[in-house]
Nanobody, 121 residues
């Protein structure tokens, strides 16, 4: 299994920054792509940003230019730097990792427990 633990959520004023972290732990899986998703009340979970194992990022249009995704493979940690936050960014943010067991090819997606981000106007 892959355990993902998010941290860094909280309450912030509009226009402010916040940094999320996601620590991954595993002994028999190889982690490939990692990403951040979010789910606001009454809405479906949506992609925020993803990053490949070699560091190539992709962003949802709604966060381009404001959010930066990064990862430290030596620490198995994923980050999301969020700047210029807006009230509509309020949601539970989930970390996800696509991983495969060593010597196997099937990929499985693992999820963290989520961290609440609330942006006040």
């Amino acid at each position: 299994q892959v355990q993902l633990v998010e941290s860094g959520g909280g309450l912030v004023q509009a226009g402010g920054p916040l940094r999320l972290s996601c620590a991954a732990s595993t002994s028999i899986f190889v982690i490939n792509d990692m990403g951040w998703y979010r789910q606001a009340p009454g809405k479906q979970r949506e992609l925020v940003a993803v990053i490949t194992s070699d560091g190539s990022p992709k962003y949802a249009d709604s966060v381009k230019g404001r959010f930066t995704i990064s990862r430290d493979n030596t620490k198995n940690t994923l980050y999301l730097q969020m700047n210029s936050l807006k009230p509509e960014d309020t949601a539970v943010y989930y970390c996800a990792a696509d991983a495969r067991r060593i010597l196997f090819t099937t990929t499985t997606r693992f999820w963290g427990q989520g961290t609440q981000v609330t942006v006040s106007s």
